[in-house]
């Protein structure tokens, strides 16, 4: 009896609290200020892509109070305000906070996505709805090749251009003959696997082997001991953090050796990865959009600010969110009026240069609005990353061939 | 009985012409798109109570037909060009007919084999639809261009199917082949005994529910415009959140599920909204809490409120209609 009591009371009390949320759900965004002008930024700031939209939330903010500090964020008078929304990393939640962001908060341009997939959603819906969409890492190539004129990527690469910089080292210093693609079956991974199958054909290096895994996969050693079998020059791998590393590790205890092994992005810059894969990262190269060391203005005063600020070392992801920041809050201070077309007018006309290189919207080999990426090879040397091509930027000489585990 | 049973239907009514009413008075899109959201989930939910409520067959593998209807409309706007509506035709169909020999060979057993089949079949479509990539366009997914972005028009059309979803769950529910089912899940022994083929009608509960996920998976592609295999046959995002979003409600009640994805999506939306990087730790306790504390569900717990304020007033001790078919 006495349970019941108590079931009775929570039961009624839930139902209270339920009704009182389920009610209060109308009166969300009512109270926007209208004196502002904002600019929706949709990141996974939970879930598994948690590390990486975090990493790009204090990029963005970094960037504002910078250009806060310098007077920018203020156009005639209203402010401009960063509205952050959470997507999860779940394409349905991203059309949610889409919606949310340009029906209720009525922002003024969109930027953000982290996945291809959430970045896919958000770019259909800002084409739909005729916002300006400015992507921040989401990579798919059909993103920009699409044709849609509200959808912008500047500091992203078409997946299958991360390894520019890579086939110029091919052609110049590794001149393999035989290559192993190794790579995670995701929207990111098949794109860049075909990317780089593609250049293979065109030069006739033989591909001997080519294989995916499951995103979540944690036993690599049967897929490792079948490449082992081919023998490859080199190993093309396009991998997140904790996949990155324990192949790597496994090739370790499998004794598995090739002259060169490359990451395609991603997992293999991380600091996690280093980490997590100890001194079996020691010599992996990856190929990467950004790096601390980077010639570019401001690329290293970046690095070392958000250090400071946050106590953990920011990869490209975290640049590439900076840069974004200043191309936007650069566009709307350019815009002639603020309205949708008017700051798709000036951010088609955007010339900046970012900590990411010079950034401009532009329509070549079937994309639209998209910036031509630079990109580098980096190899980890004792526990840090190094820029080893292209060949003025460098930060340390590459190792070729890397030596065999046990020669180590 | 009869009075109430009317009662019943003039109150379903209501809330039919309310739900009609609502876009001409919410006119705020992302509103109505939470109610579209609604409406999908309320769908599935739906469905997945005929099979799971009332015949007490549970299934971990939803996923499959949703897939497979989301699929279906994806395809045949990427392969032939066709208008991905005529999915919502052809989604329905093919997730029945997926659904066919799962329900021949495992319904034939008892126990957990069908749980597990469901389970291990999701996953399996998920894989397929992964690796056959010249057919489905693997993990890039399927992105189609929507020709009509009206939120008002995909509320109307979400509105019918689950309209119609509901009606047809019901009649089942409510004509003889309910009572078979019921009792399936009750005592199958004595449902045998009785002369009920059980893995008949096992199969006749499995079909529509499968049926039915399916459409809601064709109009869920139309709607959100873009899948890939790891969204629409996801383990945890959709086999599993059907069950909660059942459990939520009411299991085995008509109006248990939609209200459970009223309460799920918009409380979701809600906290996503206005609590951060919190939210999703505090929307997992409060769904610990319901389930602790309603076992029944929002519909059962209600009921419980109602015959425990009204014990004495009124002479129904056992409920009014419909109670015999809960547990």
Redesign the interface.
Known sequence: MRRSKW??A???L??V??LV??T???D??TDAGKDAIKLGVILP???SE?MFGTMEKNAFEMAYEELKAAGKTTINGKEIKLVF??D?G????A???T??L???DKVALLSGGYSS?CT??IA?SA???NIPFVAVTGS?D?ITK?GWQWVFRGTAAPASKYTGALWDMMDNVIKSKTVAIIYE???F???SAKGFRQECQKRGIQVVFDQHY??GAIDFKPMLANLKNTSPDLVFAVSYVMDAAMIVKQMKEIDFNSKFFVGGGAGYTMPEFKENAGDASEFVASTTLWVPGVTWPGAGDFFKKYTDKYTKEPDYHGAQAYATAYVLIDALNRAGDLSPAGIQKALKETDLMTVMGPIKFEDWEGYTNQTKPSTYVVQWQKGKLEVVWPEKVKSAAHVYPVPNWKER | MNKIKKLNWLFALLVLLAAIAVPWV?K????L??LI?VMVWATIGTAWNLLGGYTGQVSFGHAAFFGVGAYAAGLLNLHYGLSPWWGMALGPVVAALAALPIGLICFRLRGPYFALAMLALGEIFR?MF??L?EFTN????V?I??EI?SKMFFYYVGLTVLVVTLLVTYLIVHSKIGYYLVSIREDQDAATSLGIPTTFYKNVALLPSAFFTGLAGAFYMNY???I?P??VFNLS?VSVMVILVVMMGGVATTWGPTIGA??YI??G??F???L??A??LVFGI?VC??IM??PNG?IG??E??KQ?FFRSGTGLPGGGNGEVLRS
């Open positions: 079931q009775l929570m039961a009624c839930l139902s609290c339920l949320t389920v209060g759900c109308g969300t965004g700031l939970t879930g948690a929304e959470d999860q779940r394409q349905d939640v059309k949610s906070a919606e949310k340009v029906n209720q997939a896919n959603v259909g084409q739909t709805m798919a059909d699409k079956n995701t929207d991974g098949t794109s499951e995103s | 919410i705020a899109p992302y509103h798109h939470i959201l894989l992964t690796n990539t693997g993990a890039k997914g992105l261009m929507p972005t959100v415009a873009f890939d790891n969204i995002n009223g309460i918009a409380l939306e809600y996503r909204a206005t951060g990087s939210n999703v409060l809490l319901i504390f309603m929002i717990g209600l419980t409120l425990k």
